[in-house]
């Protein structure tokens, strides 16, 4: 009773300020980015399914899809890439430098010490098993043939955990009626014995989805399924689920997405504790004459680990989809991507964050 009396005779004031200290307590951790602009890829159209990662300490991007002729509701054709760009520590400019062994793009791209893993990805005609090392030594770039994956595959997740590599869902063929339900790792300490093929996750074979690390864990979040509509047309249906696997514990359901995040950057970046996914297609401008199209979702989300819950984590300047995320220097950098649908972008975002 003593205690209750004393709460009692707090001021108006004072009740106001104690019931505002949750809120400001979750805003102190809320994960926040102050986005700035780096020099624009040096392309007329810009490129979306780039890869993108960070060798001998400079930003490489390369390779992607354009409409370079005519947007696709004139007509356009959608051409693939073997162009490949550098932006070095405190230039001004990108460089070009040697090419892609193979046009294409819509891969996973993951940094190592040795250089830029580029993993799969595809073209018009068919999808890739290949995966490159690319390596800038100050002069030029090299590519060298890494274990290739078990099956062709693009528009797939994937990420580093630690000194695994993980790939999950994608498409074995451009035309292909079904996404693909399977996840592989590769051993960083053990490449000679390949991708190892995991159990699939407790949910629908996906495209388009993000990838993510934590801990030992790797994270998959959203994409889109391929099912076929009454007429026998394929269509996407939108996924809002989230998965989390451990060596030790295989897959696990996590909580659903506030929405749905269709082809976000690549990578969920763990900022402050949470993975956060940035921007992608909502699904809400489907059927949308793309001349109308207003872009894509530019607000933030952020998954807690620990508390297995999703928050908005306020907005972007930009909303890209169908591009990577890479970290470069202290900063995450999306370069460029698709802006609307069939318009590409030639800007490249980056904010400071203090890792993990």
């Not at 104690?18 to 102050?34: G, I, R, V």
């Not at 932006?87 to 250089?115: C, F, H, I, K, N």
């Not at 989809?321 to 975002?349: D, F, N, Y």
């Amino acid at each position: 009773m003593h205690a209750a009396a004393q709460i009692m005779r707090f001021t108006p004031i004072a009740v106001c300020l104690f019931a505002f200290l949750p809120a400001l307590a979750e805003a102190a951790s809320t994960p926040s980015l102050a986005w700035t602009r780096l020099p624009d890829i040096p392309d007329r159209e810009g490129f979306a399914g780039s890869h993108a990662g960070v060798t001998g300490g400079a930003l490489l991007v390369a390779g992607g899809a354009n409409f370079p002729h005519k947007r696709p509701w004139e007509g356009g054709t959608k051409v693939w890439h073997d162009k490949a760009f550098l932006l070095e520590p405190g230039a001004v400019a990108w460089r070009t430098v040697e090419r892609l062994p193979a046009a294409g793009g819509y891969g996973v791209s993951v940094t190592l010490d040795e250089g830029v893993l580029l993993i799969g990805g595809g073209d018009a005609h068919q999808n890739f098993s290949t995966v490159w090392l690319v390596r800038w030594d100050g002069r030029q770039l090299s590519y060298i043939a890494w274990p290739a994956l078990p099956r062709p595959l693009a528009l797939m997740a994937g990420a580093r955990v630690g000194r695994t590599i993980y790939v999950a869902g994608g498409l074995e063929r451009p035309e292909a009626t079904r996404a693909s339900h399977a996840a592989y790792r590769l051993d960083l300490d053990a490449r000679d014995k390949g991708w190892q093929e995991l159990p699939a996750w407790p949910g629908p074979e996906r495209i388009l989805s993000v990838g993510g690390a934590q801990g030992d864990a790797f994270y998959l979040f959203s994409g889109a399924r391929l099912v076929a509509d009454a007429t026998g047309k394929i269509t996407r249906e939108w996924l809002r689920d989230a998965y989390r696997f451990t060596p030790a514990g295989g897959w696990q359901r996590l909580a659903d997405l506030p929405r749905v995040a269709v082809a976000a950057p690549a990578l969920a970046p763990l900022v402050q504790g949470k993975l956060l996914v940035l921007g992608g297609d909502d699904g809400a401008q489907l059927g949308v004459d793309p001349t109308a199209h207003r872009g894509f979702p530019r607000d933030m989300l952020a998954y807690d680990p620990d508390a297995n819950t999703w928050s908005r984590t306020g907005e972007m300047p930009f909303s890209l989809v169908t591009t990577s995320l890479a970290i470069w220097r202290g900063q995450l950098v999306v370069p460029g991507g698709e802006a609307r649908p069939g318009v590409r972008s030639t800007q490249v975002w980056a904010a400071p964050f203090s890792g993990r």
